[in-house]
């Protein structure tokens, strides 16, 4: 019978897998954050589970069943304490699913900022309050 991991292993397993997966895919070193299994360095000073995403706090989970309000809840509480302006960004996959089709998670303000600057860089023209100029 296979030892069945913790799922503190399993969520540390994780987030290594997700640094390895934006690091390839990136091509910027982006790592564990140190003691991340809580989510900080210590317990005055949260922090996202990775570290190297420029304006991202990514809250990894690796559970079957997502406590999404909670899990953004986490990351948007954290983002307050440290008084930064990152994304809260919460990642998550299930056991037997592969990294790559992990499921990200985003407030819809935060996803439409981050598709208006897609939309710009493939050159379409998007006007000041994000929506498109070009007749669509």
Known sequence: MPRLKSPKNK????????????????????????????????????????????????????VEALRLHEAMAQATAAIAKSKSRDIPCVINRRNRQATQDSFVILRLSDFTTIYAHYLRDLGHRIGQDGGERNGH
């Open 11 to 62: 969520g540390s397993d994780y987030e290594r897998e997700l640094a390895a997966y934006f690091t390839s895919r990136l091509g910027i070193a982006i790592n564990r954050a140190p003691m991340s299994g809580g989510g900080a360095i210590n317990t005055n000073l949260p922090g996202a589970d990775l570290v190297g995403l420029p304006n991202l706090h990514i809250e990894a989970k690796r």
